[in-house]
C-alpha cells in the first residue's frame, strides 16, 4: 500500500515537542513496519528507541 504520510503530517502540523522520525525513517534501507499492518516491528521500535534516546540525551546536556 502506498505510505499515508501520516508520520510526517504529525510532525509539520503540531505545537507540540516531537522527536522528528519521518526522516530517519525514510532514509533507512531496512522495512521498519509489519507487513499486516502499520505498526513498528522490532528493528522500527530499535530506531525509534536510538532516535529519542539522542532527544533526551542531548536536552540533559
Do not use: C
Amino acid at each position: 500500500m502506498p505510505y499515508n504520510h501520516l508520520l510526517e503530517r504529525v510532525e509539520q502540523k503540531t505545537d507540540l515537542p516531537v522527536i522528528p522520525l519521518y526522516k530517519t525513517f525514510k532514509a533507512e534501507k531496512r522495512n521498519l513496519f509489519y507487513r499486516s499492518d502499520t505498526h513498528w516491528n522490532p528493528q522500527g521500535l530499535d530506531t525509534w528507541v536510538n532516535e529519542a534516546d539522542k532527544v533526551l540525551t542531548s536536552n540533559l546536556n
